[in-house]
């Protein structure tokens, strides 16, 4: 699978937008692009995915670089509930369905 | 939604015995159910991919001697840590794929903490 790059750590307001970067410069052309959050002591849950064009959904917003090397989750007004590690991962449509989750972003929202 | 559960969420167990966890989608069925592992302050590690009637296939470097998998139904998988020992102790984590849903579609458990002592 592809690697994708994401800073450890980032901070922010509560009711603030926020804007995760990630970096998948070696993406190829059947590689969908996943957002998955974690919160503490929990499984996964699923955030958002896209492939080439910009998503909105309930949670969040997924923008993707034109050259797809690239791509940010944009959570418009965060909450204390959204402090969570982030996980931006590619995923083969070929593949069988398995996600291979990196280190992600922690993210902190501060009251 | 689709809801996946654990069972136990928390495990004390002593070295040498065996621990069984199940993982069941309650309100769907699933034919992949994936189980990972996850040590403190790290990421999720995929340990194992179950498919529903079939062996499972186990990721590089996971004993699958020691980490036995069953997936009798569709509802339910069930990893089985064998002769556990206090390096076992970990954060175990399924996920299970919706049969015939979009790809995306996959949902995780809550986990269940398995302390060795």
């Known amino acids: 699978d592809a690697k994708t790059t994401q800073p450890n750590s980032m901070e922010s307001n509560e009711e603030e937008p926020v804007h995760l970067p990630c970096n998948h410069s070696t993406i190829s052309g059947t590689d969908y692009i996943h957002w998955y959050r974690q919160l503490p002591s929990q499984g996964p849950e699923y955030v958002i995915h896209?492939?080439?064009s910009n998503v909105n959904n309930r949670m969040a917003s997924l923008a993707i670089a034109e050259d797809r090397k690239s791509s940010t989750l944009i959570l418009h007004r965060a909450t204390l509930r959204d402090a969570a590690v982030y996980y931006c991962?590619?995923?083969?449509?070929?593949?069988?369905?398995?996600?291979?989750f990196g280190k992600g972003t922690l993210l902190t929202v501060n009251p | 939604g689709a809801v996946v559960s654990q069972h136990p969420s928390w495990v004390i167990c002593k070295s040498g015995t065996s621990v069984k966890i199940e993982c069941r989608s309650l309100d769907f069925q699933a034919t992949t159910m994936f189980w990972y592992r996850q040590f403190p302050k790290q990421s999720l590690m995929l340990m194992a991919t179950?498919?529903?009637?079939?062996?499972?296939?186990?990721e590089q470097g996971v004993e699958k001697d020691k980490f036995l998998i069953n997936h009798a139904s569709l509802t339910l998988s069930t990893l089985t840590v064998t002769s556990a020992h206090p390096e076992d102790s970990s954060f175990y984590i399924c996920s299970a794929r919706l049969a015939g849903g979009p790809s995306y579609e996959q949902y995780f458990g809550p986990g269940t903490r398995l302390t060795v002592t």
């Open positions: 991962i590619l995923r083969d449509r070929g593949s069988n369905y398995k996600l291979t």
């Open positions: 179950s498919n529903e009637g079939s062996k499972a296939t186990y």
């Open positions: 896209g492939l080439t």
